[in-house]
């Protein structure tokens, strides 16, 4: 048997669940929305205010305290001198630290970021 207090927890369970519904679809469009802006900002599209030239800056500039560079430049000089194997290690190597570059990058600028996806599905609505 029913009661009225039953049927309100039950109310009170489905608009719980539909929220974090929301919630959920809302968090996996703006990681989408993220995922897209760091492919455009690689192939020098604008993304949500930001380009490529201000990952850049921030990858030389902020990144480990500018060591980053340095790093970039030894893997390059080592490219000529160092065939094959070693070169390949090097070169995927530096691609997890560019990885780490970009989600940092993102990170640091979320804010713009998410007012921008807000402002996309606001449009959208």
């Known amino acids: 048997m029913y009661t009225r207090s039953d049927n309100y927890l039950n109310n009170a369970e489905a608009k719980e ?3 974090l519904s929301k919630r959920d ?13 760091k492919e455009s900002i690689l ?8 380009k490529f030239r201000d990952f850049a800056t921030y990858f030389f500039a902020d990144f480990h305290g500018g060591k980053s560079a340095d790093r970039l430049v030894l893997v390059l000089c080592r490219l000529e ?12 190597t530096y691609e997890e630290v560019m990885n780490e ?5 993102i990170e640091r600028n979320i804010t713009i970021i998410t ?7 606001h449009q959208a609505a």
Request: charged share 20%; hydrophobic share 40%; no cysteine.
């Open 81 to 92: 001198s160092n065939k094959g194997l070693d070169s390949i290690r090097n070169l995927l």
């Open 17 to 19: 669940s539909r929220r």
């Open 43 to 50: 192939s020098t599209h604008e993304f949500a205010g930001l």
């Open 115 to 121: 007012s921008a996806f807000d402002a996309q599905q």
């Open 25 to 37: 679809a809302r968090e996996q469009a703006l990681n989408a929305f993220i995922q897209e802006g």
């Open 101 to 105: 570059a970009m989600n940092a990058f």
